[in-house]
């Protein structure tokens, strides 16, 4: 994927991927959905399971969505988001939740989303 890094201090871009999925206009292979939230698989997977968990509101970061998002959004992001680790079977075996945020975390998709990785032993949290 040829993108650039997130630049955090830039409005949200409505063209972004994953706005172009929430809307429609991109196909994905969705894994759950629901009011606050969408759960899709990961195009270039890292893990066994890869699933992609989005808010549908419009924020770029989790510091965007932790100071603009009503208590009702970040309720329904963060049930959503383990209702899918569940749903995935994960809870057992265990998984690791990733959210890129800014450019040294190496984010590239300008809407925020937590990784779902899981279904192997994952190794370190961060690969020397
Ligand atoms: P990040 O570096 O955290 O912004 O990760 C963005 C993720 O989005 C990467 O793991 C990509 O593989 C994934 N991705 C990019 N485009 C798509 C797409 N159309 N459908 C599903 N996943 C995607």
């Given at each position: ?45 890292q893990a ?46 265990g998984y690791r ?20 990785c899981g279904g192997t032993n994952l190794g370190r949290m961060i690969p020397a």
């Amino acid at each position: 994927m040829t993108m650039a890094p997130v630049d955090p201090s830039a409005p949200y871009d409505r063209d972004n991927i994953f706005a172009k999925i929430l809307r429609g206009e991109l196909p994905c292979t969705k894994v759950y959905e629901d009011e606050h939230a969408l759960a899709f698989e990961d195009i270039h997977p890292q893990a066994p399971v890869h699933v992609l968990v989005v808010p549908k509101g419009e924020y770029v970061s989790w510091d965007d969505f932790s100071a603009k998002a009503s208590a009702d959004e970040i309720a329904g992001y963060m049930r959503a988001v383990g209702k899918v680790a569940r749903e995935l079977g994960l809870v057992e075996s265990g998984y690791r939740m990733i959210a890129n945020i800014g450019p040294d975390s190496g984010q590239l998709v300008p809407h925020l989303h937590v990784h779902l990785c899981g279904g192997t032993n994952l190794g370190r949290m961060i690969p020397a």
